[in-house]
């Protein structure tokens, strides 16, 4: 999967959707989604299998579960692996952020 068919699938959930950052400011609820890492895996000097790691950020007003459940709702229906998300809530911008932590 390509960052570009990450980023048309994220946009059907119909929030604001960017790559690392906007260059304006957006209103909440908003998705960020970056490509951390890349990985390989190889044998008899060909690349078997690549991976990309993308950290997507759900950015929100207050604790919205059923968004997160219609962002993993929509994960789970392309079959796009993700590790056990974490929250935080960002005190100086006063929103919730939800980390996923794909692996495309």
Not at 19 to 26: A, G, L, N, V
Not at 40 to 56: E, H, Q
């Amino acid at each position: 999967m390509t960052l570009q068919q990450l980023y048309n699938i994220l946009q059907t959930l119909n929030l604001p959707v960017a790559y690392h950052h906007f260059e304006s400011r957006q209103s909440l609820p908003f998705i960020v989604y970056m490509n951390e890492s890349d990985s390989t895996v190889g044998a008899d000097n060909k690349v078997l299998y690549k991976a990309k790691y993308v950290d997507v950020e759900l950015y929100m007003a207050e604790k919205d579960e059923a968004l997160e459940i219609q962002l993993e709702a929509l994960l789970d229906s392309h079959e796009i692996f993700y590790e056990d998300p974490d929250e935080v809530f960002i005190e100086e911008e006063g929103v919730f952020k939800r980390t996923y932590y794909l692996t495309i």
